[in-house]
């Protein structure tokens, strides 16, 4: 079972949205995303712009979301930085976990937050 989801992204600024939905986040399971990325990703691009939610590690705070390069089957960390997207993919993120609302039953996620997800509300 993994802890993350990988939802690929088509004419967007980002390649690829990660959803971690546990508070281990992304560390953890560094080698098992990067394995399941190589299948995910079988286009001939070198580099793919990623971006990573954390929001059942950091809560809806201003390091819920990464951006950072997957590159030939590994992560490059060295130009990873904290970003605010835009509404469209918080709305792919709430919808996700609406779909998937087992992980947010679990979690520490405040009400405001559960409420958010129930109505496919971005936050």
Not at 50 to 66: A, C, E, P, Y
Not at 91 to 117: F, G, M, P
Request: aromatic residues 16%; proline residues 2%; glycine residues 4%.
């Amino acid at each position: 079972m993994y802890n993350f989801a990988i939802i690929i992204l088509e004419n967007q600024e980002y390649d690829c949205l990660l959803i971690f939905h546990d508070y281990e986040g992304f560390l953890a399971s560094l080698n098992k995303l990067e394995k399941k990325l190589k299948k995910y990703l079988k286009t001939k691009h070198y580099a793919y712009k990623v971006i990573i939610d954390l929001v059942f590690v950091t809560g809806n705070s201003d390091n819920r979301f990464l951006s950072c390069y997957y590159l030939n089957g590994k992560f490059d960390f060295s130009l990873t930085k904290n970003v605010v997207p835009g509404v469209g993919i918080r709305q792919l993120v709430s919808n996700w976990l609406c779909d998937h609302y087992k992980y947010v039953e679990n979690s520490a996620l405040s009400t405001k937050i559960r409420n958010c997800i129930k109505n496919r509300t971005p936050f």
